[in-house]
Every structure is written in C-alpha cells, then in structure tokens.
C-alpha cells in the first residue's frame, strides 16, 4: 500500500509542477517522465510550443520523518545527502533551466528558505546558471508548487538545441496548445 501511496504523491507532484509550468511559460510542450539526453527527468517543459528553453526538473522525496526547516545548513545535516547530490548530478544535465523538485508531503513548504551555503552550491561553477529549488506540497485538495530558488539560465549549446528539435519530434507531449487546423 505504501508504493502506491508513494506513486500517486509522485503524479500529484507531477502535475503540479506542470501545472507550475502552463501558468509560467509561454505555450510550452511538457513531458512526463521523460529520457532526456540519456538521463530521467520527471518533468520536462520546452517553451515557445517545443522550441523555445528547455525546463527540465528532476523530484526527491525528503525523508517522511523530516520536519519542516529552512532550507540551508540544518537540512542538509538533518537528512538529506540526495539531495545535494542531485543538485550536483542537475549541473550536468542539459537544459537552459534547472530545477531540483522536493516533494514535501505535509510540509508547509511555504515556510523554507534557501540559506547563503545552500545558494552558492545551486551556482554552475562559473555563475552562468542557478539550478532552481522548487517545493511541491501535496497537503490538502490541491497541491501546491513553492519556489523557493528561481533559477538562473545555463548557457546554451548548439547541441542542445539540436537535440531538443529531435527530442520534440519524436515525443509525443503530455501537455501543448494544440491549433485546431492541425487536427
């Protein structure tokens, strides 16, 4: 019961976050679970209909016993080397925007803030891009996405953009506007 339990808080978390991103962009194309350039990314939104910035989001839980604190030193000692860790493996991944998803389940999420040791490790190396730390909380009827950093843009490659023309033609969204004349 409690893999089931976890696997819908994970698609709640999901769409909240492409919930997140309908309101934010402009006519983006969003994925679930999409093989992103050979890593797994649970969401992933391209703007501008598919060819505009690449959005790409990967989702942590945080430990259950984990009470809420502010986002800076105390919860990296409390519990959570992943999610360090996958702040680290963002860095590498490919996308104009970078975001680092904690689902907080029961969290009030609205009361963590990002300390300055936690802000410098969402830097790239030569401060051109900021991984963005959103909170997605599942209390209640709805979920709710907190940012809690807003990210910087990473600069972009032409293989990027090649990669993300393929991407877009061969993948089928879970999300777009689509014109009706097309149909």
Not at 13 to 34: E, G, H, M, S, W
Not at 88 to 98: A, V
Not at 130 to 157: C, H, M, Q, W
């Amino acid at each position: 019961m409690i893999d089931l339990e976890v696997q819908q808080e994970l698609g709640r978390a999901k769409n909240a976050i492409q919930d997140f991103f309908i309101r934010k962009l402009l006519v983006p194309k969003i994925y679930l679970d999409a093989d992103w350039n050979g890593e797994h990314l649970e969401v992933l939104a391209i703007d501008r209909a598919g060819v505009g910035d690449v959005h790409a989001v990967h989702i942590i839980s945080q430990a259950p016993d984990l009470t809420p604190h502010p986002v800076n030193e105390s919860i990296l000692v409390l519990g959570n080397e992943g999610f360090i860790r996958s702040l680290d493996e963002l860095k590498g991944i490919s996308g104009h925007f970078r975001y680092l998803a904690a689902l907080m389940a029961g969290s009030r999420s609205r009361e963590y803030y990002a300390g300055s040791s936690l802000l410098q490790k969402t830097l790239s190396k030569d401060g051109v891009g900021r991984i963005g730390i959103l909170f997605v909380d599942l209390v209640g009827k709805e979920s709710a996405v907190n940012l809690v950093v807003r990210p910087e843009r990473y600069r972009s490659t032409p293989e990027m953009v090649e990669f993300t023309d393929q991407f877009v033609a061969r993948h089928t969204a879970n999300w777009e506007v689509r014109d009706p004349a097309e149909q």
